[in-house]
């Protein structure tokens, strides 16, 4: 049983790209992130080139997989604690040591702990956060006046305003160029906005390209003077049905489980929990 680490998107799709597929909802954030740095290039999320690795077993099944895009940390998929504790190993010394972490609670606890015991390095939950897959889709029945519409090329500097504001929200890196990344999302059609009945924009929401059957919605963003009327709510709605009407079988977010708030949203609109994961900050 062994790691493979690579920096060619190619050489990892060919390896992992069935694993990565067969279980679309445990593995979501690396196949939609394989698909925009497919679909968009190696510098979408930085100038580092990312890195790729899976884990295969002895009978050569890949039962495992990770990547990582600079500035980002290390993402995993799913995997067994042993494949952990093992990409831990790998990752201890040198450059290639993630500063953060997240995936599947066991997975990235068994990283963080392995990674512990080699450097003495602590670490701390930065993110607690749910899982969910969108069983019946309940709209909201009052939504708020006006309609859903996607984001057009004219919407760029107030939804690279509103990444930025998420993101500081959110305690999350950006990428270096946010019009650029809102260009991108843009023209792909991977973004809805909220139009009130008076024509203001009042509210954000992602809905990634189906890939493997899998769409994720997010980000998901109210500027706060504009919170409790609804928007989020019926946009959330929107986006889902967005999705499935793109292709995706499966419609998942994840929620951060301090948010009461958010949970209840998604719950109320069909979001069904389907696991919890973390996202842990190295010391």
């Known amino acids: 049983m062994a790691w493979t680490l690579t920096t060619s998107l190619d050489e990892f799709r060919s390896a992992a ?3 990565l597929a067969s279980d ?5 954030v690396l196949l939609t992130i394989v698909d925009r740095v497919h679909r968009d290039g190696p510098q979408v999320y930085g100038d580092a080139p990312p890195r790729y690795g899976w884990w295969q077993e002895p009978d050569g099944a890949v039962t495992g997989a990770t990547l990582r895009t600079p500035p980002y940390g290390q993402r995993l998929g799913r995997m067994a604690t042993g494949a952990a504790e093992a990409l831990a190993r790998l990752l201890a010394d040198g ?4 500063d953060d972490v997240g995936g599947g609670r066991e997975a990235v606890f068994a990283f963080a702990r392995e990674l512990e015991r080699l450097t003495g390095r602590g670490w701390s939950v930065a993110t607690n956060e749910r899982l969910y897959r969108l069983g019946e889709l309940t709209p909201p029945p009052t939504p708020p006046a006006g309609r859903a519409r996607p984001a057009a090329p004219a919407d760029r500097e107030l939804v690279a305003r509103w990444f930025a504001a998420f ?3 959110a305690g999350v890196n950006v990428p270096g160029d946010l019009q650029a990344d809102a260009d991108q999302r843009i023209a ?4 809805l906005l909220w139009e009130a009945g008076d024509g203001r924009v ?11 059957g899998m769409s994720r919605i997010g980000p998901v963003y109210t500027p706060p003077e504009l919170r409790g009327r609804g928007y989020a709510s019926a946009l959330t709605a929107a986006a889902s049905a967005h999705a499935r009407a793109g292709g995706a079988a499966e419609v998942l977010l ?5 948010n009461p708030v ?3 949203i998604y719950r109320r609109i069909g979001y069904l929990p389907v696991g919890d994961a973390v996202h842990v900050v190295l010391d």
């Open 262 to 264: 958010s949970n209840a």
């Open 188 to 191: 792909v059609g991977a973004l």
């Open 95 to 98: 450059d290639q040591r993630p």
């Open 17 to 19: 790209g069935g694993f």
């Open 254 to 258: 994840y929620t951060d489980l301090a």
């Open 167 to 169: 993101a500081a929200e």
């Open 24 to 28: 679309p909802a445990a593995n979501t």
């Open 202 to 212: 009042t509210s954000l929401a992602g809905a990634s390209p189906a890939v493997a």
